[in-house]
C-alpha cells in the first residue's frame, strides 16, 4: 500500500460497469480517504461506494438483485471476505455440509407435508432419508460447480493459473452464498409449510446464484455470462432427473416441477427439477 492509494489489486472492479480498477480509495491523510472514480469514460462514478456502506445495507441490495453489489462482494470485498480469493477448503467444505443439510432438511419437511408421514423413502427409515437427501444436495452443488467451472476454463485457456483458481473460487461462492437464504426459508416454514412457500424460496435462491455466476463468467468471458448461469441451470436439472430416477426420490415441494402430458400414451414424464 503506497502513502496515496488504498489497498491496490488489479481485479477491483468498478461496481457500475465493470471495468477493472486497481484502488478503490485514495488516502489522502492519516485519517482521511477519497473513493477512486472509475476510468471509464462512459461510467465515472465512484468505483466502489458499498466501501463506506454497512454490510446490512450490502445484503438487502444482494436480496434486491442489485447488481453493484453482487459485484462488491465478489469481487471487491477481500478485507470482508477473504476466502474468496485464496479459500480454506476445511472451512469451505463445512460451509457446504451446513448449507446442504437445510437444504436436505426443507426437503424433508416437504416430504412429510405431501406425505402426511414420516418422510421414508425406500429401503430405510428416517434416519437413512436425510443422510440421502444430505448427498444428493452435496452432489448438486458440486455438480453445478464442475460444470460451469469446466465450461468457463474453456474460454479462459489464455488466463494465468492463478486467475483461473480465482475465478473457479468466485463461482463456488457464487452457488454457497444464496443458499443462506435457505435459514430464512426453514423459519417461514414454522408460519406457512406450503409447497408455493417452499418454491418461492427455492425461486429466489436459483436466481441469486445464476445472477453471481454470470457476473463472474462475464469478468473472464465477456458475453457468455447469461449463458454460462444457464448452462449451471441445466446441469442441475439433468442432475436431479437422473437422481430422481435411480433412488425413486422425486421433487417432493420444495423444487418446481414441471409435468408435460404424453397425449398419445396418456402418460407423465418424469418431473423436471428446476431448482
Same mark, same amino acid.
Given at each position: 500500500?503506497?502513502?496515496?492509494?488504498?489497498?491496490?489489486?488489479?481485479?477491483?472492479?468498478?461496481?457500475?460497469? %465493470? &471495468?477493472?480498477?486497481?484502488?478503490?480509495?485514495?488516502?489522502?491523510?492519516?485519517?482521511?480517504?477519497?473513493?477512486?472514480?472509475?476510468?471509464?469514460?462512459?461510467?465515472?462514478? $465512484?468505483?466502489?461506494?458499498?466501501?463506506?456502506?454497512?454490510?446490512?445495507? $450490502?445484503?438487502?441490495?444482494?436480496?434486491?438483485?442489485?447488481?453493484?453489489?453482487?459485484?462488491?462482494?465478489?469481487?471487491?470485498?477481500?478485507?470482508?471476505?477473504?476466502?474468496?480469493?485464496?479459500?480454506?477448503?476445511?472451512?469451505?467444505?463445512?460451509?457446504?455440509?451446513?448449507?446442504?443439510?437445510?437444504?436436505?432438511?426443507?426437503?424433508?419437511?416437504?416430504?412429510?407435508?405431501?406425505?402426511?408421514?414420516?418422510?421414508?423413502?425406500? %429401503?430405510?427409515?428416517?434416519?437413512?432419508?436425510?443422510?440421502?437427501?444430505?448427498?444428493?444436495?452435496?452432489?448438486?452443488?458440486?455438480?453445478?460447480?464442475? %460444470?460451469?467451472?469446466?465450461?468457463?476454463?474453456?474460454?479462459?485457456?489464455?488466463?494465468?493459473?492463478?486467475?483461473?483458481?480465482?475465478?473457479?473460487?468466485?463461482?463456488?461462492?457464487?452457488?454457497?452464498?444464496?443458499?443462506?437464504?435457505?435459514?430464512?426459508?426453514?423459519?417461514?416454514?414454522?408460519?406457512?409449510?406450503?409447497?408455493?412457500?417452499?418454491?418461492?424460496?427455492?425461486?429466489?435462491? &436459483?436466481?441469486?446464484?445464476?445472477?453471481?455466476?454470470?457476473?463472474?463468467?462475464?469478468?473472464?468471458?465477456?458475453?457468455? %455470462?447469461?449463458?454460462?448461469?444457464?448452462?449451471?441451470?441445466?446441469?442441475?436439472?439433468?442432475?436431479?432427473?437422473?437422481?430422481?430416477?435411480?433412488?425413486?426420490?422425486?421433487?417432493?415441494?420444495?423444487?418446481?416441477?414441471?409435468?408435460?402430458?404424453?397425449?398419445?400414451?396418456?402418460?407423465?414424464?418424469?418431473?423436471?427439477?428446476?431448482?
Amino acid at each position: 500500500m503506497s502513502a496515496k492509494d488504498g489497498e491496490k489489486d488489479p481485479s477491483f472492479v468498478c461496481v457500475h460497469c %465493470g &471495468a477493472p480498477c486497481t484502488a478503490l480509495y485514495r488516502k489522502l491523510s492519516a485519517s482521511s480517504i477519497k473513493a477512486t472514480t472509475c476510468v471509464n469514460e462512459r461510467c465515472q462514478q $465512484v468505483v466502489d461506494p458499498y466501501i463506506e456502506r454497512e454490510w446490512l445495507l $450490502v445484503a438487502i441490495d444482494w436480496i434486491l438483485l442489485r447488481l453493484e453489489a453482487y459485484r462488491h462482494v465478489l469481487f471487491n470485498a477481500k478485507k470482508e471476505f477473504p476466502l474468496f480469493e485464496s479459500v480454506s477448503w476445511g472451512r469451505a467444505l463445512q460451509l457446504t455440509i451446513a448449507s446442504c443439510f437445510l437444504h436436505a432438511y426443507l426437503q424433508y419437511e416437504a416430504a412429510k407435508r405431501n406425505s402426511g408421514t414420516d418422510a421414508t423413502m425406500q %429401503g430405510g427409515g428416517q434416519h437413512t432419508s436425510m443422510i440421502l437427501l444430505i448427498v444428493a444436495s452435496i452432489l448438486d452443488l458440486m455438480i453445478r460447480w464442475w %460444470g460451469v467451472s469446466l465450461f468457463v476454463a474453456a474460454f479462459s485457456k489464455s488466463c494465468q493459473a492463478q486467475k483461473v483458481k480465482i475465478i473457479t473460487t468466485r463461482l463456488f461462492w457464487s452457488f454457497l452464498l444464496p443458499t443462506a437464504f435457505h435459514v430464512t426459508s426453514i423459519f417461514v416454514l414454522i408460519w406457512e409449510n406450503s409447497k408455493t412457500t417452499r418454491a418461492l424460496g427455492s425461486l429466489l435462491v &436459483a436466481g441469486w446464484q445464476c445472477l453471481a455466476v454470470s457476473l463472474v463468467a462475464d469478468d473472464v468471458a465477456p458475453g457468455y %455470462g447469461k449463458v454460462t448461469a444457464a448452462v449451471g441451470l441445466a446441469l442441475g436439472i439433468l442432475w436431479r432427473l437422473v437422481f430422481s430416477q435411480i433412488t425413486a426420490v422425486p421433487c417432493l415441494g420444495f423444487e418446481v416441477d414441471l409435468f408435460f402430458q404424453l397425449s398419445e400414451q396418456n402418460k407423465l414424464w418424469p418431473p423436471i427439477c428446476l431448482t
